[in-house]
T-cell receptor
Framework: GENVEQHPSTLSVQEGDSAVIKCTYSDSASNYFPWYKQELGKGPQLIIDIRSNVGEKKDQRIAVTLNKTAKHFSLHITETQPEDSAVYFCAASIGGSQGNLIFGKGTKLSVKP | EAGVAQSPRYKIIEKRQSVAFWCNPISGHATLYWYQQILGQGPKLLIQFQNNGVVDDSQLPKDRFSAERLKGVDSTLKIQPAKLEDSAVYLC?????????????FGPGTRLTVL
């Protein structure tokens, strides 16, 4: 079946450094790729998303890139801050579905002050 | 704007007991999702409603799980009887558009522990 692989599972950076999280997907029909941030005891919150007709999208310190040929997409966080510490999930739409998503296993990001 | 509400926030039960979770989506959101999130993993879709109809329940263990969305607003998810492997956080999410890819807003979840 379809799956999304996410790496690394844990990531520790110093405040001010950049963080990169990578995901690969299997369904060639996937065309929507959101990223969610989940803080302890809370539900996931959308931080950025990208659709298959776009190769890159940026929102302040956060950027996402998509390579449809290679079936991978990445999240880039620059100038990390302690409040960026959380678990980040990538997801991909299941081809032909009405909004159904398959999630990666998550990356626990720790930003050390 | 109020977010997605879920209750209870925590529930502890013995195996073979039954349990029910409640979700109130954001007002006006046509689509409602229930996800299961096992510790250390990403959310897994259990069921998707569009208004009060089921769009996808292919991953719902129908021998023990059931869900309904009466009047296209609130929804309940029930487990009967519960197994140890049902221990997880159950997340409810909603989105505005009926179909298409659009932002899903998640509730805080209900943490279920089955002993």
């Amino acid at each position: 079946g379809e799956n999304v692989e996410q790496h690394p599972s844990t990531l520790s950076v110093q405040e001010g450094d950049s963080a990169v999280i990578k995901c690969t997907y299997s369904d060639s029909a996937s065309n929507y790729f959101p990223w969610y941030k989940q803080e302890l005891g809370k539900g996931p919150q959308l931080i950025i998303d990208i659709r298959s007709n776009v190769g890159e999208k940026k929102d302040q310190r956060i950027a996402v890139t998509l390579n449809k040929t290679a079936k991978h997409f990445s999240l880039h966080i620059t100038e990390t801050q302690p409040e960026d510490s959380a678990v980040y999930f990538c997801a991909a739409s299941i081809g032909g579905s009405q909004g159904n998503l398959i999630f990666g296993k998550g990356t626990k990001l720790s930003v050390k002050p | 704007e109020a977010g997605v509400a879920q209750s209870p926030r925590y529930k502890i039960i013995e195996k073979r007991q039954s349990v029910a979770f409640w979700c109130n989506p954001i007002s006006g959101h046509a689509t409602l999702y229930w996800y299961q999130q096992i510790l250390g993993q990403g959310p897994k879709l259990l069921i998707q409603f569009q208004n009060n109809g089921v769009v996808d329940d292919s991953q719902l263990p129908k021998d023990r799980f059931s869900a309904e969305r009466l009047k296209g607003v609130d929804s309940t998810l029930k487990i009967q009887p519960a197994k140890l492997e049902d221990s997880a956080v159950y997340l409810c999410a909603s989105s505005y558009l009926a179909g298409g890819y659009n932002e899903q807003f998640f509730g805080p979840g209900t943490r279920l522990t089955v002993l």
